[in-house]
């Protein structure tokens, strides 16, 4: 684990990270009370569009898992809860889309709530909708912690978002810079001096 230090006076956070060992710095956007109370109101307004239907929940891998077991505790229905896994980023920029479905659930017939950590262009939410309706389900519907101001490029919105947010990349509960950062309790900004060092 790496050493942490925090000042509150300036909500600026500085640690290592481990397996490289350098340091960067980060400006929080969310804190944790904020978030949960977020995915709080989010799951109430998923609680009132369901109502008592079963659900099949799809985490988006990895950068939804953190989303996915705060959510799924909160809401209150009967509920499956499978995974796909995406990836597209190499750092901080959008590469090819690799979807792998081989661990997802059978959804036909079923009413699929997709569960990702944020919405940027929408390619990934996209694509990820059009191949889970190959598998028939009853319906599908989106839901995603964070949305990007001013970024999206496709025709369609994730049906809940629990934060709209400015155009900065974002780490924290559940994003990562290249695998690192997935832990943090909060969502923060990655100073963009760091990104240019590392990216
Ligand atoms: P989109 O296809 O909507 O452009 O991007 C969606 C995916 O890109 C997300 O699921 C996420 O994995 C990644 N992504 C987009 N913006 C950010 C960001 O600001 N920070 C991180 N860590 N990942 C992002
Ligand atoms: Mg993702």
Not at 36 to 51: F, H, N, P, T, W
Not at 167 to 189: K, M, Q, S
Request: proline residues 3%.
């Amino acid at each position: 684990m790496g050493l942490r230090e925090t000042s509150d006076r300036h909500r600026r956070f500085a640690f290592w990270v481990s397996s490289e060992s350098t340091r960067n710095s980060v400006r929080v956007l969310l804190d944790e009370e904020t978030i949960l109370a977020g995915v709080a109101s989010m799951s109430a307004e998923i609680r009132d569009c369901y109502g008592d239907t079963p659900v099949t929940i799809i985490g988006v891998l990895t950068g939804s898992v953190v989303l996915l077991a705060d959510l799924i505790r909160k809401l209150d229905m009967p509920l499956r809860v499978g995974v796909i896994q995406t990836s597209s980023y190499e750092g901080t920029s959008r590469g090819k889309l690799r979807v792998n479905s081989e661990l997802m659930l059978d959804i036909r017939d079923r009413h699929v709530l997709i569960v990702d950590d944020i919405f940027d262009t929408g390619h990934t939410l996209t694509e990820v909708v059009s191949l889970l309706g190959k598998f028939q389900p009853a319906s599908v519907r989106s839901a995603v912690l964070l949305k990007k101001t001013g970024r999206k490029e496709v025709d369609m919105d994730p049906d809940f978002a629990a934060f709209d947010i400015p155009d900065e990349f974002v780490v924290g509960y559940g994003l990562d810079y290249n695998d690192a950062y997935r832990d943090l309790p909060f969502v923060a900004v990655l100073e963009s001096k760091d990104l240019a060092e590392h990216g």
